[in-house]
């Protein structure tokens, strides 16, 4: 059997594995940190949950703001709604769709803000 007490680069095993076991995330927390960045992969989902950080919308608003088809913004709000990144309120007959909280927001901004930055560093004016 190998001796692992200097295992990673001269580090205490022990004092390694508990740094690890710390630091590492379940399967299932991946999974769900997978869904959310795999959400977050499609354009037009970004820019509705870029419209909603503002104010809330229904369905009709956001069609016409993004030159979709209700259908099509409707397949989108349920994906987004699935994984409670949106939540509804119901007011006669339309229904309004606003970010279910902080983080979501949270995560598009700073989203965004990277991706501006990588753009300037990358094209200097």
């Not at 295992?7 to 999974?31: C, K, M, P, W």
């Not at 994906?79 to 949270?106: A, C, M, P, W």
Request: aromatic share 6%; net charge negative.
């Amino acid at each position: 059997m190998t001796d692992l007490t200097n295992y990673a680069d001269g580090h205490d095993l022990d004092q390694f594995r508990a740094t690890v076991n710390e630091s590492l995330i379940s399967n299932e927390t991946a999974s769900l940190i997978g869904d959310t960045f795999s959400t977050l992969s499609d354009p037009t989902r970004l820019r509705i949950i870029g419209l909603l950080t503002e104010v809330e919308l229904c369905v009709g608003d956001l069609g016409l703001l993004l030159g979709m088809s209700q259908p099509a913004i409707s397949h989108h709000l349920r994906i987004l709604r699935n994984l409670r990144f949106v939540s509804t309120r119901k007011e006669g007959r339309h229904i309004f769709y606003s970010l279910t909280d902080q983080h979501i927001r949270d995560i598009y901004v700073q989203s965004l803000e990277h991706a501006l930055h990588d753009q300037i560093q990358s094209h200097p004016v």
